[in-house]
């Protein structure tokens, strides 16, 4: 699974959006917060929808629980500094036009998931790293150090379990499309102190 293990994003982002993020670091991490819980969700509704895939069943429950853990970590942070969690949370425009891109046949679109999962993965990964690698406080740059490290195994994880049922050429093929997709979508949306 070499080919799998090497996708990475080309497209990077900008400087702006991490001194938007840096401007509004409070705001930024309700919505850290709230990216976590929902993707603890998403590992559980890969369960919910497959639950005849047995072979990925394990893996999704373990990143369902890191995930939650990431969100207990956030929180914690937020209740150090009196923030409470955002009331309602607006439909994420990111993952809704990325999904958008699915495959209508059942079994791509079982394979599309897998890989828009592995594609967002990797850029909280590249985002994460920028914020680890920016904010001036040493604490919170050690805290977005393992979260980093813990989206880069997620993303890679994801893109393994696409490659079980698929050929390993095709799953490559489709991300570096999904990936040109997701490049497009995130330059399209207007800049805020949020991760997407
Ligand atoms: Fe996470
Ligand atoms: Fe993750």
Not at 92 to 119: G, P, T
Request: aromatic content about 10%; some cysteine.
């Amino acid at each position: 699974m070499d080919a799998v293990e090497e996708l990475h994003l080309k497209t990077r982002s900008s400087k702006a959006w991490i001194e938007t993020v840096l401007n509004n670091f409070d705001g930024f991490l309700k919505d850290h917060a709230d990216c976590e819980r929902k993707a603890s969700s998403m590992a559980m509704s890969f369960v919910a929808k497959y639950p005849d895939r047995k072979e990925i069943i394990p893996e999704l429950i373990h990143t369902g629980i890191e995930e939650l853990e990431h969100f207990r970590l956030v929180y914690r942070i937020m209740q150090q500094r009196n923030l409470t969690l955002n009331h309602s949370i607006g439909e994420d425009q990111y993952v809704k036009q990325l999904l958008k891109h699915c495959h209508s046949n059942r079994e791509k679109r079982f394979r599309d998931r897998l890989i828009i999962a592995s594609i967002v993965e990797n850029r909280g990964f590249e985002r994460f790293k920028l914020v680890s690698d920016y904010i001036q406080d040493e604490e919170l740059a050690s805290f977005y150090r393992m979260i980093y490290t813990s989206e880069a195994k997620h993303g890679n994880s994801f893109a393994k379990m696409a490659a079980l049922y698929f050929p390993e050429e095709e799953v490559v093929e489709r991300w570096n499309e999904l990936e040109a997709i997701e490049g497009a979508i995130l330059e399209s949306l207007p800049l805020k102190a949020a991760l997407h």
